[in-house]
């Protein structure tokens, strides 16, 4: 199946351990993103890389820090879990920046991360 | 800071009703509005997108129309049917960033 995919879909533990996230695309695209969905539903860019360059860091502390070994994954790595690190984490994947907008984004099924 | 704003953040339609959204946004250097449709447990989705020198933008039961000088758009959704209920994003593109509404929940009551 061609999609974006990512593991894993659940992930709880507890507040102060490091865990990460693995997204994976075979869509063959060059740009890949990660979103942060809250529990209203609010979707947050966070990351985005475009051939393994990051090109968007939006206001996320320094505790989240995404990697990208090549073009087809970008994961990302959660340092000192709290609380409010508790929602839904997309990735998603798109035919380069300047084309995103006219064929949109593929997003996974996200991973639902609850911090007790 | 939300860049787009959109409204209502939910509503309910009669199978075969109208459902409308609203957005509106600020920035003009924003140059394309895409929709987006999520179902529970899933990814948001494309579902139709226009650029800002189009007023109106129809693929089958979904139509966006788009009032530039207002800075506002909205989604139709004609003749809607029970597996339309999710949740709707409005977006908006500059600068390699997809900046989307805080969604609209959308039922359709049978």
């Known amino acids: 199946d061609t999609a974006v995919s990512q593991t894993p879909k659940y992930l709880v533990t507890q507040m102060g351990n490091d865990k990460s996230i693995k997204c994976e695309q075979n869509l063959g695209h060059d740009t890949m993103y990660w979103y942060k969905q809250d529990s209203k539903k609010f979707l947050k860019i966070m990351f985005s890389?475009?051939?393994?360059?990051?090109?968007i860091n939006e206001t996320v502390p320094n505790r989240f820090s995404p990697k990208s070994p090549d073009k087809a994954h970008l994961n990302l790595h959660i340092n000192s879990l709290e609380l409010g690190d508790s929602a839904v984490y997309f990735c998603a994947s798109s035919h380069g920046a300047h084309f995103a907008a006219r064929y949109g984004y593929t997003f996974g099924s996200g991973t639902r991360l609850t911090v007790v | 800071q939300q860049q787009v704003k959109q409204s209502p953040q939910s509503l309910i339609v009669q199978k075969g009703g109208i459902s409308i959204i609203n957005c509106a946004y600020e920035?003009?250097?924003?140059?394309?509005f895409p929709w987006y449709q999520q179902f529970p447990g899933k990814g948001p989705a494309l579902l139709i997108a226009i650029r800002p020198d189009v007023s109106e933008k129809k693929e089958g039961r979904f139509t966006i129309s788009f009032n530039k000088s207002a800075k506002q758009f909205s989604l139709h959704i004609m003749d809607s049917q029970p597996g339309d209920s999710a949740t709707y994003f409005c977006?908006?593109?500059?600068?390699?960033?997809?900046?989307f509404g805080a969604g609209t929940t959308v039922t359709v009551r049978a």
């Open positions: 920035n003009t250097a924003f140059d394309y």
């Open positions: 890389y475009n051939n393994k360059e990051l090109i």
């Open positions: 977006a908006a593109t500059a600068d390699y960033k997809l900046s």
